[in-house]
Nanobody
């Protein structure tokens, strides 16, 4: 059962913008802690931005001022607005959501990823 699904990736020119979406389902709610991560070819997965249930955000220095995380709790969807994209932003972007489990520790649930390619 697929519970976190990203979309919105694609090819964009340097300086362009993209908005990624992350739809959660199956008792997983974006109103809990969630985050966006990315993995470039040959590199480890890294944090892009995360947001707590209280709305506190933490951005990677490399994306501060260019990327913005948001969420629509009614639609149970999270977003990553990416502006002023650079070639070094090229990566597979993953959404991580938190599933609250009664009597158990919270569970991180990952999507399958969406590819963002920034090239002329």
């Amino acid at each position: 059962q697929v519970q976190v699904v990203e979309s919105g990736g694609g090819l964009v020119q340097p300086g362009g913008s993209l908005r990624l979406s992350c739809v959660a389902s199956g008792r997983i709610f974006v109103s809990n802690s969630m985050g966006w991560y990315r993995q470039a070819p040959g590199k480890e997965r890294e944090l892009v931005v995360e947001i707590t249930s209280g709305g506190v955000t933490k951005y990677a220095d490399s994306v501060k001022g260019r990327f913005t995380i948001s969420r629509d709790n009614a639609k149970n969807t999270g977003y990553l607005q990416m502006n002023s994209l650079k070639p070094e932003d090229t990566a597979v972007y993953y959404c991580r959501c938190t599933k609250i489990q009664l009597g158990r520790p919270p569970l991180d649930v990952w999507g399958q990823g969406t590819l963002v390619t920034v090239a002329a």
